[in-house]
């Protein structure tokens, strides 16, 4: 079963600011994070992280928030970090090319769209915590994503988060079955509508 980003985001993983959100309908993504941090107005962090990543599957996390407003990632980068086995994207900041990212499936997560490229000569980290939509992400740190979000889930509580996740799933999938029976979700949840004004 694939647990979504709500589900997780409801069973103890981080969630991340709503702002960052799939640059294209129905990205998804899920893996362990590498991560950057973009010098001012500079995307070289990026570019070094993509071409030195090893682990196949892995989802490459970025603060570009100095300043958001740029283009830090395009269809070129796209290609390169498909071709050297990254799975997504997550920035806190701007992406551009989005056609020719969704011709390609490739999954990005971003702030918002900006077509004003960035440098790419200086400043940066890689490897180090970064603060990504309000989330500290470390490296190896599980990051989901899909059309509610993006969710972190830290490496320490990797098994317990997905344990509640498949139990939360599986309780849904008893709560569905009841109400396609008939019953309602007041009756199943236990909910207690005496409060409300109604005529």
Same mark, same amino acid.
Request: charged residues 20%.
């Given at each position: 079963?694939?647990?979504?980003? $709500?589900?997780? +985001?409801?069973? %103890?993983?981080?969630?991340? #600011?709503?702002?960052?959100? *799939?640059? /294209?309908?129905?990205?998804?993504?899920? =893996? *362990?994070?590498? !991560? $950057?941090?973009?010098?001012?107005? #500079?995307?070289?962090?990026?570019?070094? @992280?993509? @071409?030195?990543?090893?682990?196949? %599957?892995?989802?490459?996390?970025?603060?570009?928030?100095? *300043?958001?407003?740029?283009?830090? /990632?395009g269809?070129?980068?796209?290609?390169?970090?498909?071709?050297?086995?990254?799975?997504?994207?997550?920035?806190?900041g701007?992406?551009r090319?989005?056609?020719?990212?969704?011709?390609? +499936? &490739?999954?990005?997560?971003? @702030?918002?769209?900006?077509?004003? +490229?960035?440098?790419?000569?200086? +400043?940066?980290?890689?490897?180090?915590?970064?603060?990504?939509?309000?989330?500290?992400?470390?490296?190896?740190? /599980?990051?989901?994503?899909?059309?509610?979000?993006?969710?972190?889930? *830290?490496?320490?509580?990797? #098994?317990?988060?997905?344990?509640? =996740?498949? $139990?939360r &799933?599986?309780?849904?999938?008893?709560? &569905? $079955?009841?109400?396609?029976?008939?019953? !309602?979700?007041?009756?199943?949840?236990?909910?207690?509508?005496?409060?409300? #004004?109604?005529?």
């Open positions: 079963m694939a647990l979504g980003s $709500a589900t997780l +985001g409801e069973s %103890g993983a981080l969630r991340m #600011d709503p702002r960052i959100k *799939p640059a /294209w309908a129905g990205a998804k993504v899920a =893996g *362990p994070a590498i !991560t $950057a941090k973009c010098g001012k107005a #500079d995307n070289l962090a990026i570019h070094v @992280a993509v @071409a030195e990543n090893i682990i196949v %599957g892995t989802v490459l996390v970025v603060d570009a928030t100095n *300043p958001p407003e740029l283009g830090y /990632w269809e070129v980068l796209t290609t390169a970090a498909g071709a050297n086995d990254i799975a997504g994207l997550v920035i806190d701007g992406c090319d989005v056609d020719g990212i969704e011709e390609l +499936g &490739f999954p990005v997560f971003s @702030a918002l769209v900006a077509l004003t +490229g960035a440098g790419k000569t200086k +400043g940066g980290t890689i490897g180090k915590p970064v603060t990504v939509g309000g989330v500290e992400v470390s490296q190896g740190d /599980w990051i989901v994503g899909d059309t509610d979000g993006v969710v972190v889930i *830290p490496r320490k509580d990797l #098994d317990k988060v997905l344990d509640k =996740g498949v $139990a &799933f599986e309780s849904e999938q008893q709560l &569905f $079955a009841d109400l396609k029976a008939g019953k !309602t979700t007041i009756e199943l949840l236990g909910l207690d509508p005496s409060g409300l #004004d109604k005529k």
